[in-house]
């Protein structure tokens, strides 16, 4: 592993920790529907960071639940990142036009 992983890891890990604990300090100061699932979108991206670096290092099985020749998890963390923005986003555009 050379200089350019390590940094690229660490840089991944710290602004996604930063990202993280920001989302959860909103979470405790806000009750709305929309914000508290881009909390939960940014939290879940950055298990989805996690967890691609433990898969790096071989930490994780990836053999444990495959689909076709893809470990679950690679597939559903990133859709489940997504999928929380889209319906915080979703929540937002109804608003927005339930409001006119």
């Known amino acids: 592993m050379d200089a350019g992983q390590i940094l690229f890891i660490i840089s991944r890990l710290v602004l ?6 920001f989302a959860i300090m ?14 939960i979108g940014t939290i879940a991206a950055y ?12 930490i ?7 689909i076709g020749s893809v470990p679950a998890a690679a ?4 859709c489940l ?3 929380f923005f889209i319906a915080a986003f979703l929540i937002m555009v109804v ?3 339930r409001h006119r």
């Open 16 to 21: 996604g920790a930063f990202a993280s604990f």
């Open 26 to 39: 909103l979470w405790s100061k806000t009750r709305d529907v929309a914000w508290m699932l881009m909390v």
């Open 47 to 58: 298990i989805e960071t996690v967890y691609s670096i433990m898969n790096l290092f071989g």
């Open 60 to 66: 994780t099985e990836n053999d444990a639940l495959l």
């Open 75 to 78: 597939i559903l963390l990133p």
């Open 81 to 83: 990142r997504t999928f």
């Open 95 to 97: 608003r927005r036009y």
